[in-house]
């Protein structure tokens, strides 16, 4: 079993920042590509931004310059820095996660449970 479990979502006003943070956990042998996507009401899930294992970052064109990404590997955890945070990001957001479980030869991708992000103007 493997979980991806995310928090740091809440409320904040338009200019704030938020953190949002994703742990992988159970039976990994190992973890490939990281992210963050995004679902606001009535649209698709989109990208946020992604990270390879050696730290090869890439971003929507929506949040380059105000969102970073970034990676524990030795604690299978993937962090999103939120910053001048508008009305538009409100949305829930979700992690992903490539991983080889041990014992797999393959990788499988998991998705988090979804964290809420709600910006006021």
């Known amino acids: 079993q493997v979980q991806l479990v995310e928090s740091g979502g809440g409320s904040v006003q338009a200019g704030g920042s938020l953190r949002l943070s994703c742990g992988a956990s159970?039976?990994?042998?190992?973890?490939?590509?990281m992210g963050w996507y995004r679902q606001a009401p009535g649209k698709q899930r989109e990208l946020v931004a992604t990270?390879?294992?050696?730290?090869?970052?890439n971003y929507a064109d929506s949040v380059k310059g105000r969102f970073t990404i970034s990676r524990d590997n030795a604690k299978k955890t993937v962090y999103l820095q939120m910053n001048s945070l508008r009305p538009e990001d409100t949305a829930v957001y979700y992690c992903?996660?490539?991983?080889?479980?041990?014992?797999?030869?393959?990788?499988?991708?998991?998705w988090g449970q979804g964290t809420q992000v709600t910006v006021s103007s």
């Open positions: 990270i390879t294992s050696i730290g090869i970052t």
């Open positions: 992903n996660a490539d991983i080889r479980r041990i014992g797999w030869a393959t990788r499988t991708t998991y």
């Open positions: 159970g039976s990994i042998g190992s973890v490939n590509v």
